[in-house]
């Protein structure tokens, strides 16, 4: 929807309804993803009026990680898979395993323990990874009404960054890596509790309590190739949280009413240091020199937020007026700039009321129509507060609305969606002043359209979506330019055919380009041999699986072999101007063979 994806930083990440961010106030960017996969059981995407119970980061709407729910009976799965890449360059070797097994040892109560893991190395140089997700789940139900169920979860994640090219480079070999000591590594130790109460047919409490700590340090050496500098950025985050809700059903004339009032409190509280290491011999260590403590920041948000919401039913139509009321404090204490103590403070607080309202009308058992109208608002995070001056920003305010209908009818689903966001005081790191400005007003508009098909008696099915946006910068020297990082046309396509114990899945997956500037330049350019500008191509891949189930082996085990990136397709991204270091043009990923082996217990 033109929002940039990098991060995911204007959409709310939840793992089993548990924020996922660093800090979702603070630091909303998932710069270090701390989750796996191989842990999930679904996603769960909210979008419209009903994300005032989520808020208040929602433009981009609220996507939940679910993991597996703990079966009755014990159970044991592990999927091991192996993957390579085909190139004339590096060729890497990637191992995964995931492993679940749990089950009730009571009536009452249930356990499981969930692992997934990656080892190796990817298609380019320097790009080998290590990553262990370990999460403990259990439930347990108190009496015929009260459940306590939560998680806690450790996850560790340590991997190279293989960084950008020139274009020479790019051109004689775009799997090498110029950069040997890119790095990257983090930790998140987490936990959750949730008690629900039903307390009868129309009444449920729940309370929900969380809190994590994550770390994330980031080497990153400046352009080699004329300047051996070398910093590396180490994060530390302590967020804790409780939410409680309370809903209700009643009767009210001829409408059914659902009621729920809620409260969220967050704590955040954040270290953020940067370190330095100038004039080292071309080739050698970093760390053969001594550092210099750059930058340090003690930062956090105290936020409380107040929703209610009511979805009153009347015969075929559903109305959902709802409100979230945030009230947030933020701020920024610097310690150390430029190597030198200090102690200078910025904070703001913000109170913002953010409406909401959902219509859906059952126009016949098999269409539905719905419309909705949300307010997102995002405050100034951290490292956005000014370290040396009051700070002069204004937090983003977006506003959404949606209309499409919906299709079910035998074998054939449809659905499309319009949708239309305006962004006021729109947010953007500015490389040329080193800090972030307010852009203004934006606006984003689009369809998105999709449809599935099962051909009846065949074992063979089809789907495809496709979504056309546009997002434009409507103030000042940018107006009429694109926003920088979204492709116009994104689109999908798969057919799979079921036959007996075999499954073959073949898809697409194409987008059109991309600017990397706001200035939406269309050649590639290299600035000051530092980092490029220019227009990413649009590309399509096409990825092919065949599966074979094997039931009479371990309950219903089954092996697969894929290809991805069929016909290697070659494309690539830039690292533009806002991110100097590791910059240039990075390859995508060749074609990728790939064998999984599934095993039930």
């Known amino acids: 929807r033109g929002l940039k994806s990098r991060f995911s930083e204007k959409s709310t990440i939840l793992l089993d309804g548990m924020p996922l961010s660093f800090a979702p ?15 999930l059981a679904a996603v769960d995407v909210v979008k419209g009026g009903s994300s005032v119970r989520y808020g208040p980061q929602n433009v981009g709407g609220v996507i939940n990680f679910v993991t597996p729910d703990i079966p009755e009976e014990t159970a044991t799965r592990i999927k091991l898979r192996g993957e390579g890449a085909v190139n004339d360059g590096e060729s890497g070797l990637l191992g995964q395993i995931n492993a679940f097994t749990g089950g009730h040892i009571t009536d009452d109560t249930g356990l499981a323990l969930i692992y997934s893991g990656s080892h190796g190395s990817g298609y380019r140089e320097n790009s080998n990874e290590d990553i262990d997700d370990l999460m403990l789940k259990a439930e347990t139900w108190l009496s015929d009404t009260q459940q306590l169920e939560g998680h806690i979860r450790y996850f560790e994640a340590e991997t190279e960054i293989s960084g950008g090219l020139n274009q020479s480079e790019y051109a004689a070999d775009p799997y090498q890596s110029r950069y040997n000591y890119n790095h990257f590594k983090g930790d998140r130790k987490e936990g959750r509790i949730k008690y629900t109460n039903l307390l009868s047919d129309t009444q449920e409490f729940e309370i929900q309590a969380f809190a994590a700590n994550t770390y994330r340090l980031y080497g990153l050496q400046f352009n080699p190739d004329s300047r051996q500098r070398y910093d590396e950025w180490g994060r530390e985050y302590d967020v804790y949280g409780i939410e409680p809700r309370f809903s209700q059903i009643f009767d009210l004339g001829d409408t059914r009413q659902e009621v729920s009032i809620g409260y969220r409190y967050i704590k955040e509280e954040a270290d953020l240091t940067r370190y330095r290491w100038n004039n080292f011999a071309v080739g050698s260590d970093p760390h053969s020199v001594k550092g210099v403590f750059r930058t340090k920041d003690e930062a956090g948000t105290t936020a409380h937020a107040a929703y209610i919401d009511d979805q009153i039913s009347y015969g075929k139509l559903t109305v959902t007026p709802g409100v979230r009321l945030e009230n947030v404090e933020v701020y920024r204490h610097s310690l150390i700039k430029k190597n030198t103590p200090r102690d200078f403070r910025n904070e703001e607080s913000y109170n913002e009321l953010l409406p909401s309202l959902s219509i859906a009308y059952q126009l016949s058992p098999e269409v539905m129509v719905f419309g909705n109208y949300n307010t997102s608002f995002g405050t100034l995070q951290h490292l956005q507060l000014s370290d040396s001056t009051r700070n002069e920003l204004k ?43 307010n852009r203004g007003k934006t606006h984003h508009y689009g369809i998105e359209l999709g449809a599935s098909y099962e051909f009846t008696g065949t074992g063979m099915s089809i789907y495809n979506n496709l979504t056309y946006t546009q997002a434009e910068f409507e103030e000042g020297d940018l107006a009429g330019n694109e926003l920088p990082y979204y492709s116009n046309w994104i689109g999908n396509l798969g057919l799979q055919y079921q036959r007996d114990v075999w499954t073959y899945n073949i898809e697409a997956y194409g987008q059109s380009k991309q600017y990397s500037d706001n200035e939406n330049t269309d050649s590639l350019a290299e600035i000051n041999n530092t980092y490029f500008i220019g227009h990413l191509p649009g590309f399509i891949t096409w990825n092919a699986r065949a599966s074979y189930q094997m039931p009479t082996v371990l309950n219903g085990s089954n092996v697969s072999v894929g290809i991805k990136n069929l016909f290697n397709q070659n494309y690539y991204t830039l690292s533009g101007p806002d991110q100097p270091y590791g910059a240039g043009i990075s390859a995508g990923a060749p074609l990728t063979t790939y064998v999984e082996l599934d095993m039930a217990f």
């Open 25 to 39: 106030y603070g630091q909303p960017q998932l710069s270090i993803a701390p989750i796996t996969l191989g842990n």
């Open 395 to 437: 937090p983003e305010i977006a506003k959404t609305i949606e209309l499409g209908s919906r299709y079910r009818h035998q074998a054939l689903t449809t659905e499309f969606t319009l949708f239309n966001i305006n962004f006021s005081d729109k947010l953007q790191y500015d490389d040329s002043l080193g800090h972030h400005v």
